[in-house]
């Protein structure tokens, strides 16, 4: 009878080495994984929100600014001011619809 080589690269004495041969393995190695991808999810998630929250104090800032000129603007020249803002309802609404 033959004896196996032990440098040998398929040495299955010790059990299959091809992975799909080993569920458990590979179902911890797929587990893992997926709690690897859901941190970095959660992670990704956070500074999206963190971002979103500057933004939105930023724009926060921009209306403050910007209410004094819609203020006076609407008491030196109340129709013009009108036209401007149909002019961006018109606008916006366009790029709504697309």
Known sequence: ???QRTDYPLDYR???QHP???PH???DAVTDRVKEVTDSL???AGQV???ALQYAEMAQDAVKQ???FVQKSL???PVATLASFVLVGFVLGAMWKK
């Open 1 to 3: 009878m033959a004896s």
């Open 14 to 16: 010790n059990g299959s």
């Open 20 to 22: 799909h041969d080993r």
């Open 25 to 27: 393995d590979l179902g």
């Open 66 to 68: 910007f209410k004094p």
């Open 49 to 51: 929100a963190e971002q």
């Open 42 to 44: 959660q992670e990704r």
């Open 75 to 77: 008491k030196d020249k």
